[in-house]
């Protein structure tokens, strides 16, 4: 095992008389903005752009193209160079002024992650950082909890995800780069046996030319270790900072009837520095969710709510205890934003349940505030994708098949800073839900300048963990039971240094994909702050709200007996010689929108032709039939018929885009024993030489 050194590197800054005897960015001022908490409540100053560097798949170019939900994330880097040290990969190569100010990774295969990771700033062709990956991101060789952590604390070592959280500010420029014998080049996005796998994502502050930055050293860390072990404890013990303030509050106290809501006010130039409450109701998992927090600043409306979302636990009453956020199973939820207004702030509680609820113990604190040109509006968004469908292939596009997607966290329109979000989960299949990658685009940008390796990866952790994550500041699992089973899921990731400025507009998407086929429930908060006359453009989700909350697969998967004959699997009476029939399943991109991820495909080569199939009923009587068909590009129009019945005179299954379409064939005897399904080309369009269509399975309703 190599012994992490640091390399000094020297340093000279000249300053003349006219200017300040401190630089604007250090490592010093970096370390004192991570705890400062009224500083992301302002415009930051000096102005920066957030930006990010990952292993994600390189095929992710467009919507339009089937690489659009790659997921080859690991061994991509920018390229691979020759030191004196011997073959580096590069991760980051950003140019200067700026700070990296989180750093991710977690590796596959046996011994990874024992590489070299160097840090080069500023051009030197000598690192300042040099150290063994695992030592240096998650573990202590460069700086102690919770700056540097693994996660979750109860995951084996090596599937933790490795977080940094050491801001390495650099003047002209930084290169990141890892080292190790066990890569391979060429498997640029594959894990291949024998070889490691490279999982990163590096957010990096990029300030605006001329800011003025110390670069970080060997010097600079000593300098600060006072500070240092100062911010580390006040992130350890979640320092609320408090204690300083002049502080005055309100009670927020009442009974709620169903629809029924009651606002407290607060008038003056003011900020909210914790809002307590404790929800009690017969069914408090249901008042979790059903009772949403609004808040309005100086009259406009920038927070709605549930309020289990608003505190990071969904609505099952969790431990969590992150920088924003403490809850306790007891019930007590205490939020710690900085919720500045120069004017008035209103908080209204609404009941869209149907049972009463209580707010008991709570109270909201305010301390005075200097409204500037640089203050802003607190805000969250959430809404929910109920009962959403999703997939396991990634070739597909957003449709109504189950295939991967790109769901809108938010969309805001304005000034500010996205500084984090939540996301409460509940899976209803056996597997992994969340494969897809995180895409943020800032101000117009018609790419993602943030886009990810995986929904876990984005919050922290990696491989698809359910252990809890209830010690990190700013990652939180406090629940994750459904991470492979049917069960309740909720992620956080909170910002500060990381935080993303945008002047005009931001989108936040998250690409949904689950292993297998599923239906889940999907339920993003986002939180941000805005300068007045920015806004969401989430509308307030009132249905999904006050929708029973799912706590059993069956809340959301029919357990209903379903009577199916796969159509790949009946039997061919006849057919035409010269048409051909096959059996699309594995290695076929859209085989994920059939049953048993297979359909029978009849390749017919004139109009007028038929087909017909048989299958054996162990039962007699009378079904409903419906007849899942495959609509697709090219596809033929046909004629149905049931038992010698004809049933449909034209079908026409030429579409857009693969999808699985359910054609209504009515009611109809069914003997026990042999019966009939009977297909004719009524034609195709006449420029292809040959008619297609697909059939998955037929459906029976007694």
């Not at 001329?210 to 970080?216: E, L, Y």
């Not at 005075?368 to 596009?397: C, E, L």
Request: aromatic fraction near 10%.
């Amino acid at each position: 095992m190599k012994k992490n050194r640091m390399l000094l590197a020297g340093l000279l800054l000249l300053f003349t008389a006219a200017k300040p005897a401190s630089p604007e960015v250090s490592l010093g001022t970096l370390l004192r903005e991570m705890t400062d908490r009224d500083e992301i409540a302002r415009w930051p100053s000096p102005a920066f752009a957030c930006r990010q560097a990952s292993s994600t798949d390189p095929a992710t170019k467009t919507p339009d193209q089937p690489g659009w939900f790659g997921n080859g994330d690991c061994t991509n880097f920018i390229r691979q160079e020759t030191t004196p040290h011997g073959t580096e990969y590069v991760m980051l190569d950003a140019d200067g002024p700026g700070a990296v100010v989180r750093f991710w990774m977690t590796f596959s295969g046996a011994g990874s992650g024992e590489g070299i990771l160097r840090i080069y700033l500023d051009g030197d062709s000598e690192p300042v950082v040099e150290g063994r990956a695992r030592s240096l991101i998650g573990g202590a060789g460069l700086v102690g909890a919770p700056l540097s952590m693994g996660v979750s604390t109860l995951t084996d070592s090596m599937h933790r995800g490795l977080n940094l959280y050491l801001p390495i500010p650099f003047a002209e420029g930084c290169k990141i780069t890892y080292q190790s014998s066990m890569i391979d080049f060429s498997d640029k996005g594959g894990i291949q046996p024998g070889h490691e796998g490279v999982f990163y994502n590096i957010n990096y502050r990029s300030y605006e030319p001329g800011t003025r930055v110390v670069s970080f050293s060997a010097e600079e860390l000593r300098r600060n270790r006072t500070l240092l072990s100062e911010v580390r404890r006040k992130l350890s013990d979640r320092d609320r900072g408090l204690d300083e303030l002049k502080l005055r509050e309100i009670p927020l106290d009442g009974t709620l009837a169903p629809g029924d809501r009651k606002t407290f006010t607060i008038e003056g130039e003011k900020a909210v520095r914790q809002l307590s409450v404790r929800l009690d109701a017969a069914a408090r998992q249901q008042a979790l969710r059903s009772t949403v927090l609004e808040i309005r600043f100086d009259g406009e409306r920038t927070v709605w709510c549930p309020v289990g979302d608003f505190y990071g636990i969904g609505y099952l009453p969790l431990y969590t205890n992150t920088w924003y956020a403490y809850a306790e199973p007891s019930g007590r939820m205490d939020a710690y934003w900085v919720m500045p207004f120069r004017h008035k702030c209103e908080i209204t509680f609404h009941n869209l349940g149907t049972q009463p609820v209580r707010l008991c113990d709570g109270r909201v604190r305010y301390a005075p505030w200097k409204w500037d040109d640089r203050s802003m509006h607190f805000g969250a968004s959430w809404h929910q994708y109920g009962a959403v469908s999703t997939g396991r292939d990634k070739h597909q596009n957003t449709d109504d098949t189950g295939g991967p997607s790109d769901l809108r966290f938010v969309a805001l329109d304005g000034q500010g800073v996205y500084v984090g979000d939540g996301l409460t989960l509940f899976n209803t299949e056996y597997a992994w839900w969340g494969e897809g990658d995180e895409k943020v685009y800032v101000d117009g940008e018609t790419f993602p300048s943030h886009l990810g390796t995986g929904s876990e990866d984005y919050y922290g952790y990696a491989w698809g963990r359910r252990e809890r994550i209830t010690d990190h500041p700013f990652i939180a699992q406090p629940e994750g039971a459904g991470a492979d089973s049917a069960g309740f899921v909720q992620n956080t990731r909170l910002r500060v240094l990381d935080g993303i400025p945008f002047r005009t507009s931001l989108r936040f998407d998250m690409e949904l994909w689950h292993h297998l086929r599923a239906v889940v429930d999907y339920a993003p908060t986002t939180y941000w702050y805005l300068r007045p006359g920015g806004r969401s453009l989430v509308e307030p989700n009132e249905k999904e709200a006050a929708r029973k909350v799912s706590l059993h697969r069956e809340d959301l998967v029919s357990q209903k007996m379903e009577i199916t004959v796969e159509a790949e699997h009946m039997a061919v009476v006849s057919k035409s010689p010269e048409d051909l029939l096959n059996y699309h399943h594995h290695g076929i991109p859209y085989r994920d929108i059939w049953s048993n991820n297979a359909q029978l495909y009849w390749h017919c080569n004139r109009p007028g032709n038929r087909l017909t199939l048989s299958f054996e009923s162990v039962l007699d009587g009378e079904f409903d039939l419906t007849l899942m068909c495959t609509a697709s590009p090219g596809y033929g129009v046909v004629g149905i018929e049931v038992n010698g019945t004809a049933v449909v005179r034209e079908l026409d299954l030429n579409a857009p885009k693969p999808h699985v379409v359910p054609i209504s064939l009515g009611r109809h005897v069914i003997s026990k024993g042999i019966n009939t399904l009977a297909f004719e080309m009524v034609r195709y369009g006449e420029h292809i030489p040959a008619g297609t269509v697909g059939f998955d399975r037929l459906v029976f309703e007694p």
